[in-house]
Nanobody, 123 residues
């Protein structure tokens, strides 16, 4: 298993940007598919974005496509989520996730979760 620690959350006005980081422990980070999920109060945790082990393929939820970008730096054991043009409906706790499937798009494909970081977008 890999341990994950997110950072970079905070309060931002609508239209603003934030970059989330997820630092992973362990020497096998580069073998994991990574993903970001989010959970708003009263809602189920939902998929946001995923990136393959090499960084060569990325996939996004329709709600964030064109606004969010997932990337990774295997030398730094870190995955990022750049969030632009933020909307109030993006407000949620954002979770980093790691898995061994080709993509990480659902809870069943996740082997490790981070503790989450709060993102609040004010209107």
């Amino acid at each position: 298993q890999v341990q994950l620690v997110e950072s970079g959350g905070g309060l931002v006005q609508a239209g603003g940007s934030l970059r989330l980081s997820c630092a992973a422990s362990g020497r096998t980070f580069s073998t994991y598919t990574m993903g970001w999920f989010r959970q708003a109060p009263g809602s189920e945790r939902e998929f946001v974005a995923t990136i393959t082990w090499s960084g060569g393929n990325t996939y996004y939820a329709d709600s964030v496509k064109g606004r969010f970008t997932i990337s990774r730096d295997n030398a730094k054991n870190t995955v990022y989520l750049q969030m632009n043009s933020l909307k109030p409906e993006d407000t949620a706790v954002y979770y980093c996730a790691a898995g061994t499937s080709t993509v990480v798009t659902g809870p069943r494909s996740v082997g490790s979760w981070g503790q989450g970081t709060q993102v609040t977008v004010s209107s």
